[in-house]
């Protein structure tokens, strides 16, 4: 099991730029696929991003594609996703997650979550 605290949300405009950290506990961060999932207010939660545990595999939704990006630093077990171009739609509450399965964008792949970071997009 790991602990997992997100950060960076905020307020931004729309067209700004904004990057989310993950923080996770433990001294196997580099055995867990992490990935990021939003919820938007009365909508499910979807997929964001994912990355293996050697960060040489990625993965997008298409809707984020060629404007987010998620990275990952072993050494200080932290995820990040470094969000461009942002749109009033990217608004949501975005969540962390760590699994061992495999890069996936189904949720039920991943264990172990945070609590979530807002982060609103105004137009």
């Known amino acids: 099991q790991v602990q997992l605290v997100e950060s960076g949300g905020r307020l931004v405009q729309a067209g700004g730029s904004l990057r989310l950290s993950c923080a996770a506990s433990?001294?196997?961060?580099?055995?867990?696929?992490m990935a990021w999932f939003r919820q938007a207010l009365g909508k499910e939660r979807e997929f964001v991003a994912a990355i293996s545990g050697t960060g040489g595999t990625t993965s997008y939704a298409d809707s984020v594609k060629g404007r987010f990006t998620i990275s990952r630093d072993s050494a200080k077990s932290l995820l990040y996703l470094e969000m461009n171009s942002l749109k009033p739609d990217d608004t949501a509450m975005y969540f962390c997650?760590?699994?061992?399965?495999?890069?996936?964008?189904?949720?039920?792949?991943?264990?172990?979550w945070g609590q979530g970071t807002q982060v609103t997009v105004s137009s």
């Open positions: 997650a760590a699994g061992r399965v495999g890069v996936s964008s189904l949720s039920t792949m991943y264990n172990d």
């Open positions: 433990g001294r196997t961060f580099s055995s867990y696929i």
